[in-house]
């Protein structure tokens, strides 16, 4: 049996492993375009901030790969011949395949603003985003970081790390407004301009202006606000790369279609991670993170491998660092469009589906945050003293496996205030802020 997977990240990576521990015999290619070698793609900010070296990224030993038997290919997949069972690659290669993997990710996105790819426009998911940010470090005066997410505020982060003046431009009301609540941000914000950045809120960017070199000098936004930089971080989300799967006649919408073994249309072809879309009862689901992207990548393997596979990415997680600055989200939030499985909801708001949306569901919140501090809770739980649903933690550590559990346990809300110290691991020399939030 020869697997072929398209895609050497972290989906395309552990879907190989996957099936070289289901199949010993088989014969398994990995073909990659960026680097010869996978790697961390969640460490590129600390590439940049020279806090660790290109190969110090790499998760394996370059002896592992022989080691496991998965032959490494750095090529570019340019055709998929499905009715012949055969890729064509860049350099004119034919290769057969008997079952296939697409894990080709995802792309940043650009909204086609005049001067959005002059020298100095950089945006920061692969290795040669890197290289493109530090072919401007040397001249860097000033950086504009636009877009209100985790790349985003990592952006900002490297600029601060660099001593340089720099301005985020977020287009919404306050950051990261489809996660975080009003408050939270609020919380986020404080931290972001104590350290000096320039916090553009409600503003967009209408175009990015060449000086006399050619490379970019200023963003205009559309409210007329001129910003002087050297480099603009380009971090407004991302899109499935699904072009491969669309010339080979493969069903895509946000991404290429699969089902919940991660089937794609055609026949021995799967697809998973970030070019993935999972179709769903309640709304098809696009995961464009890390650990999603691990998780789908084992799936696909073992459901390559003959096994009966039912993808579900259980309770929800997600943890970030703004700027020092501590956040966990666990479970569902009500402003999240991740549908809840029905074996998570009480019996009373199944309502007969598989899986509802939280915007379907009698949700409430419970926000607390800690008196001088930068600590804050949010809980989202069914109303009438139902069950907790979703965790969203801010300033302080939290234990991501207790919060879990309690969602799982369906615990109410009064019980989790009452153990929340069994879910705190803030470092000893950190007060607990949140003792006394019981009688909140």
Not at 104 to 118: I, M, S, Y
Not at 229 to 240: D, P, Q, Y
Not at 349 to 373: M, Q, T, V
Request: a negative charge; aromatic letters at 8%; proline letters at 4%.
């Amino acid at each position: 049996m020869r697997y072929v997977v398209v895609g050497n990240g972290i989906t395309g990576v552990t879907a190989a492993q996957t099936l070289r521990e289901r199949d010993d015999a088989a014969e398994i290619i990995l073909i990659g375009e960026e680097t010869d070698y996978f790697y961390s793609r969640t460490a590129l900010m600390w590439i940049y901030m020279k806090q660790l070296g290109r190969r110090d990224v790499e998760p394996y030993e370059r002896w592992h790969w022989e080691q496991q038997r998965l032959e490494l290919v750095r090529d570019r997949v340019t055709a998929i011949d499905v009715s012949g069972r055969k890729l064509t690659l860049e350099r004119g290669k034919r290769l057969p395949y008997d079952r296939l993997l697409l894990a080709t990710g995802a792309q940043p996105n650009k909204f086609g603003w005049p001067g959005q790819d002059l020298d100095g426009i950089c945006t920061m998911v692969s290795m040669s985003d890197v290289d493109r940010l530090e072919a401007v470090r040397q001249r860097l005066q000033r950086a504009v970081v636009v877009g209100g997410g985790l790349i985003g505020i990592e952006l900002v982060e490297m600029m601060l790390h660099e001593h340089r003046p720099v301005t985020y431009l977020v287009r919404e009301p306050w950051y990261w407004n489809l996660v975080l609540s009003k408050e939270e941000a609020e919380i986020v914000h404080e931290q972001l301009r104590d350290a000096g950045v320039n916090l553009i809120l409600e503003d967009e960017t209408a175009e990015m202006v060449a000086g006399a070199d050619g490379r970019v000098r200023e963003l205009v936004t559309k409210k007329g606000q001129r910003l002087p930089c050297e480099l603009v971080g380009i971090a407004v989300g991302v899109h499935a790369n699904i072009e491969l799967a669309r010339q080979a006649g493969l069903k895509v919408g946000r991404g290429v279609v699969v089902d919940e073994a991660l089937r794609t249309s055609a026949p021995d072809i799967w697809a998973a991670g970030d070019c993935a879309e999972i179709v769903r009862p309640a709304r098809n689901a696009v995961e464009q993170l890390w650990y999603t992207g691990l998780l789908q990548g084992q799936a696909a393997g073992r459901a390559m491998a003959g096994d009966e596979v039912h993808y579900d990415r259980g309770v929800p997680y997600n943890s970030a660092q703004y700027l020092f600055l501590d956040y966990c989200a666990v479970g569902w939030m009500r402003n999240v469009p991740f549908d809840v499985p029905a074996a998570r909801l009480p019996a009373e708001h199944r309502d007969g589906s598989n899986r509802r949306l939280p915007a379907e569901l009698p949700l409430e919140e419970w926000f607390h945050r800690a008196p001088g501090a930068r600590d804050s809770i949010r809980i989202v739980h069914f109303a009438g003293g139902g069950p907790v649903l979703g965790f969203s933690m801010l300033g302080s550590r939290w234990r991501a496996a207790t919060l879990i559990r309690w969602i799982e346990e369906r615990r109410s809300l009064k019980w989790v205030l009452a153990h929340l110290a069994d879910a705190v691991f803030n470092e000893e020399f950190r007060k607990d802020r949140f003792a006394g939030v019981v009688h909140a």
